[in-house]
């Protein structure tokens, strides 16, 4: 198929045209602030994605830590502790550029999400940061997010996938290990080489 010839929508009116009006329960569902479900959800949830845009454009990025990783500084504000990682720092980068940053927060086993959405500062300060500490480790920076829209999102799409279904989950050995893969997209990047930089990166650990 010849994608110059695909039709787009390039209207709100031709978008919405496409679809039913969203009731209610959908449209007036937003809160700007944490009340006591999403605590409880952010409470159980060891695991968020995180989108933020800068001038290069768009990004997300997986955080995960244990149950209650995100912390509620007030109905407000929450922390999000920063851990070992590739050191990339993309959505940091983002976020001296543009503030705006969304969340979708997960719970293994609940199909409903919660969404978040607000700004974000990142901090240094060790009085704050200490309470993020796991394992005698406090993060060197996190950031601080002004929440100004949260809401829940609907189980459907993890219903359709099937996420949490463990009879759906793949066997790992499907495809090559992470490390293959890389030797395929780093150019340049020899076997010892890469064997090297997992061998720092395992010396690191995660905390």
Known sequence: MDLQDVSLVTSEADLRALHQAPMSRATDKVLNHIDRHCRAILELSPFCVISTQGPDGADISPRGDPPGFLRILNERTLLLPDRIGNNRLDAFMNLLENSRIGLLVLVPGMGETLRINGTAKITDDARLLEGSAVQGR?????????????????????????????????DRAQLPSYAAMLLDHVQGLTPEENDRQSDVMAARGLY
């Not at 920076?141 to 009879?167: M, Q, Y």
Request: with cysteine.
């Open 138 to 170: 406090a993060p060197k920076v996190g950031l601080i997010i002004t929440v100004e829209e949260a809401f829940l999102h609907c189980p459907k799409a993890i219903i359709r996938s099937g996420l949490w279904d463990v009879s759906k989950h793949i």
